[in-house]
């Protein structure tokens, strides 16, 4: 073979492997983002160390994102915000080396926006905070906070919203419109948590309006989600009720306006619709665009940890009330949990 010849295979090759290179990194960057959220984790010392607190439901807790809301704290220190003669006041802690639990489990970022977080005062959210840095779990919900994470080459921004002074405030939607178009104006996904609405059955509905519960402004849920869709989210997921509420369209984007409890070792009810959950599975282009979802049906048992649902009652209960809600904008549940678009075209 001569020289020349040599050269042009040499050649040759050089320029498939470029063009093979080029079209893995153009896949790569083009591959849907995988998003991961439950709702309420309100943890409790356990004789077991948390070790069987999730393991009902890991297949289901992974993607590039997964997403909960501590629905408490990770402290030995501080005072409880509950007196000792109260009898209708909660305070919920576990062990900070329960973060790594959480870990373990698959969970990525905790939502710190609740009513909760402050159980045990600044003392309980600073321990808080530095057990879920030491393994590694990103948080938001505090004041001004955004998670900024990266998949690959896709940038996501992760921003939790609560009516309480110590959360980025759920209420003053001006403000939430704000701080969700700096988001979305230095990312390419941006995912909105709230913490929002009354508690317990009688509050499974989405309604328009401030909802009130035991004297708290508990935010307008349903104006909110939809100014920070058209502020740039991309996602809007749901906490607080302790029980499921429907999924609306809004503009190309999903809302899940409460995805129920999800772990209540001994602090959560979770008897009827309190025990019925699900963990919200969706798939989003790196626009921010709908690529596919699913619910997965989740049921808790004694003493109030996930398990797998085989007979599907988050399904159909998530299918009438998306239905009851929302009409034409209710999104569509199928037998197997796909979560599928009206048949029509948002606005």
């Not at 989210?233 to 503009?251: K, Q, T």
Request: glycine share 14%; charged share 15%.
């Amino acid at each position: 073979m001569t020289a020349v010849r040599l050269l042009l295979l040499v050649l040759a090759l050089l320029v498939v492997l470029v063009t093979t290179s080029a079209a893995a990194r153009a896949r790569a960057q083009s591959r849907p983002i995988a998003l991961t959220a439950v709702g309420d984790i309100a943890m409790a010392p356990s004789s077991d160390g948390g070790a069987g607190f999730f393991r009902g439901v890991r297949s289901a807790l992974q993607g590039d994102v997964v997403l909960g809301n501590l629905e408490g704290t990770l402290t030995t220190g501080g005072a409880s915000k509950c007196s000792i003669s109260s009898s209708n006041c909660f305070a919920f802690r576990a062990p900070p080396a329960y973060a790594r639990v959480l870990r373990r489990a698959g969970f990525t970022i905790m939502n710190l926006a609740n009513n909760h977080a402050l159980d045990y005062g600044s003392t309980g959210e600073r321990q808080t905070i530095s057990a879920l840095d030491r393994v590694g779990l990103r948080h938001t919900g505090r004041p001004g906070e955004i998670a900024y994470l990266r998949v690959g080459r896709t940038r996501i921004a992760v921003l939790g919203f609560a009516p309480y002074r110590w959360a980025q405030s759920l209420v003053d939607i001006s403000a939430a419109v704000r701080l969700v178009r700096k988001a979305a104006a230095r990312t390419d996904i941006v995912v909105v948590t709230m913490h929002a609405g009354a508690e317990g059955a009688p509050y499974e509905h989405v309604r328009p309006g401030t909802e009130t519960f035991l004297g708290e402004n508990r935010g307008n849920a349903y104006a909110f989600s939809h100014a920070v869709v058209e502020a740039g989210a991309d996602l809007v997921v749901g906490s607080g009720p302790h029980v499921l509420r429907g999924m609306e369209w809004y503009r190309g984007r999903l809302i899940a306006y409460s995805v129920g409890n999800f772990l209540g070792n001994g602090t959560l009810a979770f008897s009827g619709p309190g025990g019925v959950s699900g963990v919200l599975r969706v798939e989003l282009r790196p626009n921010g665009s709908w690529a596919g979802g699913r619910l997965v049906p989740v049921r808790l048992v004694s003493p109030g940890v996930p398990v797998l649902d085989g007979g599907g009652a988050a399904l159909r209960e998530v299918r009438s009330l998306s239905k009851q809600d929302f009409g034409r904008n209710a999104v569509r549940v199928s037998g197997h949990g796909a979560l599928l678009p009206p048949t029509w075209r948002t606005g």
